[in-house]
């Protein structure tokens, strides 16, 4: 029911925000490019949610379990903050990973810290992006201030579920 108030609620905001441009020709601008983001992006969630799918059925569960179950404790934290950078692609796919790893078995708080840890220190943004764009000192700096983000948010998270 929250997704669902959520997302009207959204939906609702943009609808909003696109009467108000101020001309037609700006309404029509921004609704050509809404339509051409939605045919290059539905396919792609399409099949990230297939691949999540059958992926989870090609996961041996009793290893999941083993390595990144809720019993494996602080080794699999570990093993997920190691796992999360190294995981290439976008959200598309990391997503659909830790959504395969929790129908394997794997606990929660090992996926929280791998998707944290994939959106905070991914490889495939860090040396594409990153680098180039903001050199080899801040990068570095933000990596150690962001370094025990996804071990303070599972500790969090352990609090509350």
């Known amino acids: 029911m929250n997704i669902l108030f959520g997302t009207i609620l959204i939906c609702t905001a943009a609808v909003w925000l696109w009467s108000t441009l101020p001309n037609a020709e700006w309404r029509r601008a921004s609704y ?4 051409q983001t939605l045919k290059f992006t ?9 691949g ?19 019993d494996a404790g602080l080794s699999a934290l570990a093993l997920a903050m190691l796992l999360g950078p190294l995981t290439p692609g976008g959200a598309f796919v990391s997503f659909a ?6 129908k394997a078995g794997a606990g929660v708080l090992p996926v929280l810290v791998y998707v944290t840890a994939w959106s905070l220190f991914s490889l495939t943004k ?6 180039s764009f903001m050199g080899r000192q801040a990068t570095m700096m933000r ?16 609090q509350v579920i």
């Open 97 to 102: 990973i830790g959504a395969a790893a929790l």
């Open 52 to 70: 999540a799918g059958f992926f989870a059925d090609l996961l041996p569960a009793d290893l999941v379990r083993s390595y990144l179950g809720q």
């Open 32 to 35: 050509a490019a809404a339509i």
């Open 126 to 131: 860090l040396l594409s992006y990153e680098l």
């Open 42 to 50: 539905l396919p792609r969630v399409l099949v990230a949610l297939l």
């Open 143 to 158: 990596l150690a201030v962001s370094l025990p983000i996804p071990l303070l948010l599972a500790a969090l998270a352990g």
